[in-house]
């Protein structure tokens, strides 16, 4: 199995190391330091129990590339869009895309731009964290994903791919209603990315108090309105479940985070448009109050595509 990880970063490393670990052929698009890191130094993932290192092929151009069967599109979702302009040299016709981002609408982004046949609708069920340059560590001990078909996409997960996943120590979850799955995990990641940003805090302190709890909460409860006003369909329990699991991992890891903690922390530019935005902007169109994700939203606004210049 060819593979191709375009966005090397936490879930891009993890994925992509899995995979070479096993013999598959992995080629990684990187860029900045990171692409150096994996050109000189090669790919160290660290998971739970356990840590590897691997030589990889690491490039910030697809342009030379030969096609593969399968693509990780792992970028954030600022740079989905021109990423998905990179996709075309790496295509045959059986090739299957894989965007796993946790925002909303990069799967059919990417069908729009390089035909339908290619995409499957994808959720990343874990989590992981590029911590230095070629270094990767999952966030906890869940290696999983949900695909399903998209509607209008005419590309079914097939057997071969749920092995090829299986095969590198990735669990499978297929799924018929692929796009309830999406939505549903963007309602946690306003919380889980957004608030955490906010409040510069991981997910235990949030958690710990009564208030900021409610708070957590009310945001999720207007992301899930919204979803139900777009036309999916999300359990009555979707909050409660949300909040049960989160609680679930603070206890096995009290320091569990988004990528946008980590981001905002770092001076990166945040996801912020695909989250709590994305709330705002499905709100305002489908006629759905959200003060609170519009409060989140317009307090990270500055620090939206980094530190602001004094």
């Known amino acids: 199995m060819r593979v191709a990880v375009v966005g090397a970063g936490g879930l891009g490393g993890m994925f992509g190391g899995l995979h070479a670990r096993v013999g598959h052929d992995v080629v990684f698009i990187a860029r900045g330091g990171n692409l150096l890191a994996l050109r000189n130094d090669g790919l160290t993932v660290r998971l739970p129990n356990e840590e590897f290192h691997l030589a990889v092929t690491a490039t910030d151009s697809t342009a030379e590339l030969d096609p593969v069967d399968l693509v990780w599109f792992c970028v954030k979702t600022y740079d989905a869009p021109s990423a998905a302009q990179m996709l075309q040299p790496l295509l045959r016709p059986e090739t299957i895309i894989l965007p796993i981002q946790n925002g909303l609408g990069t799967a059919e982004m990417i069908a729009s731009v390089v035909g339908p046949g290619h995409v499957v609708g994808a959720v990343n069920l874990g989590g992981a964290t590029l911590i230095a340059p070629g270094v990767v560590e999952a966030k906890g001990p869940r290696r999983e994903v949900a695909i399903g078909e998209l509607a209008g996409c005419e590309t079914k997960p097939n057997r071969l791919l749920t092995e090829v996943l299986n095969d590198a120590g990735i669990e499978v979850q297929v799924k018929d209603e692929i796009r309830a799955e999406i939505w549903d995990k963007w309602v946690v990641a306003c919380v889980t990315l957004g608030l955490c940003a906010l409040l510069r805090q991981p997910l235990e302190p949030i958690f710990a108090h009564a208030e900021t709890t409610r708070l957590a909460e009310g945001i999720m409860q207007e992301a899930a309105a ?23 991992r603070v206890q096995a890891n009290p320091s569990v985070a988004g990528s946008m903690y980590y981001d905002i922390l770092g001076g990166r530019k945040l996801e912020l448009e695909a989250m709590n935005g994305a709330a705002v902007r499905f709100g305002r169109q489908l006629g759905v109050p959200t003060p609170l994700n519009f409060a989140v939203f317009a307090a990270l606004l500055p620090y939206s595509n980094g530190i602001p210049a004094n």
């Open 226 to 248: 919204v979803a139900q006003a777009s036309g999916v369909s999300l359990p009555e329990d979707t909050v409660d479940r949300w909040v049960r699991y989160i609680k679930e």
